[in-house]
């Protein structure tokens, strides 16, 4: 994390006493943390309140009319004493000294609005020297996080739950490192299992070599639908016996791949490692990129092993009919019994996430672990984590399951099944056309296409990370695109006027820090600073509910108010001194929307 203590010096600039660090509080980093700080002060010198119940006390109303922050005076616990009544008795003696503008109770809330000195010269300069480091906290400084995401199956569609969990993922691999931790970004492939025999046997009588190296994820998935086919007619035609020889073909050669025969295993290799080649450009499209491609067939038979068996020496496995089975109801009556070993042997997906999670803590000794699942899949999430409970591993409690929702409806426009890819081409197609639709802004742009990618790429992000993760949502392409409303194309809408009003201003935009921000006098500009300063709690309140939606909201809001200062704050044809000054306001805002946006991990563009 990159050291810029400047606000602390900022703060000493303007003669302002600095108050005490509270535990938990970061005030070199959050402006609204010396506020805390201040207020905690303050208060417990009336109430006499310990600080250590004050400081967390302090909540974010949900609108600024009711202040910046806080206090609900039952959360002080102060016995037999009428909370409004002391509400309005410390509001009105509150000393609001440089930091504070007004101090109101209402009820029994105390809430505090921040001094508009404090507002132009503390937080709007703080935005401006800190930057793209402005949201920065060290919460998670010394700690490590994995966070498992994407996660598709080779050779089978990367379907819209891969989606959701590419897109929610990559946010907060994004997030945990803004704020502090050392993060490692994992892709548990579905690499393993008897498709790649289907797959093989399909890659003989269908595939193409050729098409395999230009296009490999679409090529296989092409060849497993025919040979899937194969088997589904032989089966049919069979009779009773339902028999394909393609099948039995495909387990034989996946029988091959389990015991090691070299040719099978060079072949299984060649598609995993050309469908990974063809991944890592996807997510780049997406600004993701792994720390490693992991996967079902990296989790070794001795660690499988060595699960079952220390399993079975806790006496926790019993047998039924030569497979292995876990009861966990006596644990915990919703997670039922669990197959862990087939009665010929084979191993599945829940003995690979068990030994898999092991294997993992005794390389990367990590602090927290994050699988980026889907709902869909709670039920397995929640016995595995059981069960590694269940063998004592003091770390398992540091496992945490983030789920979603299903998205329904998504498909390309023509209603074909899609890999992210398909999807992302035909939204770069849409969204070209809307642009087309004003020639005169159409050619003022460099690279059009290039332009049309990344809003295009903003509209499926977006309409993905705005309602709560557990939601369900309908895929809906015009909905997405639209400029109006609350979408991706919107954002950008919104960054690219910012960023024209910095093109277009007539005044210096080096020194913007030094400007004289005092002439900001006027309400929209308290307000757009106000909501600035909150950007860096936002980030704290999304890395504890693991909600993209958090900053989604957060952005929109910054987008709404910052608009309504266009009709007021004008850059253009007002003197040097106070068009610099409007400008530090509006640069300041684009920094924001710009963190914002690439926590999301969206790229913001200048025109558009
Ligand atoms: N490949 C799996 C699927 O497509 C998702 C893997 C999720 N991660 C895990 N550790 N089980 O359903």
Redesign the pocket.
Known sequence: MTEVQNLTKLIGQLGFDEPTHQPGSYPEFNPVDVIRNYITEELHKLSNVDKSIIFPALDCPNTLDKGDLIVPIPRLRIKGANPANLAKEWAENFPKGNYLEKVESQGPFIQFFISKNYLTNVVLKDILIRNEHYGELPLGEGKKVIV?FS???IAKPFHA??LRSTIIGGFLSNLYEKLGWNVFRLN???DWGKQFGVLAVGFERYGSQEKLSTDPINHLFEVYVKINKDITEEKESSGESQTSKTDDDARAFFRRMEDGDPDAIALWKKFRELSIEKYIDTYARLNIKYDLYGGESVVSKDSMDTAIESLEAKKLVFEDKGAKLIDLKPFNKKLGKVLVEKSDGTRL?MSR?IA?AVERYEKYKFDKMI?V?ASQ?DL??AQFFEILKLLDYPWAKDLVHVNFGLVQGMSTRKGTVVFLDTILEETQKEMLKVMQKNEAKYAQIEDPEKIADLIGISAVMIQDMSGKRINNYHFSWDRMLSFEGDTGPYLQYAHSRLSSVARNAKVSKDNLQEANTDLLVEDQAFHLIRLLSQYPDVLARAIKNHEPSTIVTYLFKLTHVVSSCYDVLWVAGQAEELATARLALYVATRNVINNGMRLLGLTPVERM
């Open positions: 498992e996660s598709p199956n739950g891969h548990y492939l579905g997906y996430d898999g699988y699942i899949q397995h999430t």
